[in-house]
């Protein structure tokens, strides 16, 4: 079964820093484009991030530029979202997911988010 | 304000049709993919249409989708009470160089 699960989400002051992971299961994690989308409280999907197989090409909304990395470890099947110099309006749930029109085996940065995991709380206050 | 622009609810009896409307532009709905995306509170969104109208294994007949010029819908017929969720249309943005939601339309099955 094809899963994605993300993790270290929390609660941080603003400034502050966190690593969300994802990993990855049950699918070729090397072959596809990973993705990052938020959703704040009330709010709408925003997507936040995209990478590409081999970590080469990275793309980011506006509002994370500069202060959000994505990365991958392709040997381990993980995806990162290292955020740094966090605001209050970063405060949400933070999905991962596959980039892919099923049922292809290989992705391209155009394609859509097939595979998603059930999110992790991120929470900046003071 | 979200790029691609969605009618904040919309609302059908079980059994009827309903239909959902996402507007762009020529950067991103008029020359790419839309992608549709269901969202039940409390769980993680679900790729409901990609392609402009084609569907994922496993997703019901009675959701379809297309896509004319800057615009596309998501139709759902024969509305049942499960389909109650938030949608949402997606495209890749050439201007901005990264994909754009619109804000979501809020189904409620009477």
């Known amino acids: 079964e094809m899963q994605l699960v993300e993790s270290g989400g929390g609660l941080v002051q603003p400034g502050g820093s966190l690593r969300l992971s994802c990993a990855a299961s049950?699918?070729?994690?090397?072959?596809?484009?990973m993705t990052w989308v938020r959703q704040a409280p009330g709010k709408g999907l925003e997507w936040v991030a995209n990478?590409?197989?081999?970590?080469?090409?990275?793309y980011y909304v506006g509002s994370v530029k500069g202060r959000f990395t994505i990365s991958r470890d392709n040997a381990k099947e993980l995806l990162y979202l290292q955020m740094n110099s966090l605001r209050a309006d970063d405060t949400a749930t933070y999905y991962c997911?596959?980039?892919?029109?099923?049922?292809?085996?290989?992705?391209?940065?155009?394609?859509?988010?097939?595979?998603w995991g059930p999110g992790t709380v991120v929470s900046v206050s003071s | 304000q979200s790029v691609l622009t969605q009618p904040p609810s919309a609302s059908g009896a079980p059994g009827q049709r309903v239909t959902i409307s996402c507007s762009g532009g020529s950067s991103n709905v008029g020359n790419r993919r839309v992608n549709w995306y269901q969202k039940l509170p409390g769980t993680a969104p679900k790729l409901l249409i990609f392609t402009n109208d084609q569907r994922p294994s496993g997703v019901p007949y009675r959701f379809s989708a297309s896509k004319s010029g800057t615009s596309a819908s998501l139709a759902i017929s024969g509305l049942q009470s499960e389909d109650e969720a938030d949608y949402y249309c997606?495209?890749?943005?050439?201007?901005?160089?990264?994909?754009?939601f619109g804000g979501g339309t809020k189904l409620t099955v009477l």
């Open positions: 997911a596959r980039i892919n029109n099923p049922p292809n085996t290989w992705s391209n940065r155009f394609d859509a988010f097939d595979v």
């Open positions: 049950g699918f070729n994690f090397v072959n596809y484009w």
């Open positions: 997606a495209a890749w943005d050439d201007r901005l160089n990264n994909w754009v």
């Open positions: 990478i590409d197989q081999d970590g080469s090409e990275e």
